[in-house]
């Protein structure tokens, strides 16, 4: 069973930066798009970031030029750096993948969260 586990996150003071790490494990035949979500207390969940299998990457207006997602397929990884960190950034960052399992459907896979704090 595939799973995502996401790690990285913790507290911080603004201007400072941080980096999210989210590995995919289980039986996985490919893995497509890589990205993450945040959401923070009383929000909805919002896209931060994506990047597709080779590499091109895209980003919210509120993150560009702070944060940088990459990715590395040999180890089904997915990265977010995060720098220039913000009080406003504080929220739960979601992991999100779409794999392809051992079902051979393809289906969106998420992980459990890991909460960021930026103070002030």
């Known amino acids: 069973q595939v799973q995502l586990v996401e790690s990285g996150g913790g507290l911080v003071q603004a201007g400072k930066s941080l980096r999210l790490s989210c590995a995919a494990t289980?039986?996985?035949?490919?893995?497509?798009?890589m990205g993450w979500y945040r959401q923070a207390p009383g929000k909805q969940r919002q896209w931060v970031a994506s990047i597709t299998t080779g590499g091109t990457a895209n980003y919210a207006d509120s993150v560009k030029g702070r944060f940088t997602i990459s990715r590395d397929n040999a180890k089904n990884t997915v990265y977010l750096q995060m720098s220039s960190l913000k009080p406003e950034d504080t929220a739960i960052y979601y992991c999100?993948?779409?794999?392809?399992?051992?079902?051979?459907?393809?289906?969106?896979?998420w992980g459990r969260g890991t909460q960021v704090t930026v103070s002030s």
């Open positions: 289980g039986t996985i035949f490919s893995m497509n798009s």
């Open positions: 999100n993948a779409r794999i392809m399992d051992v079902t051979l459907a393809t289906r969106d896979y």
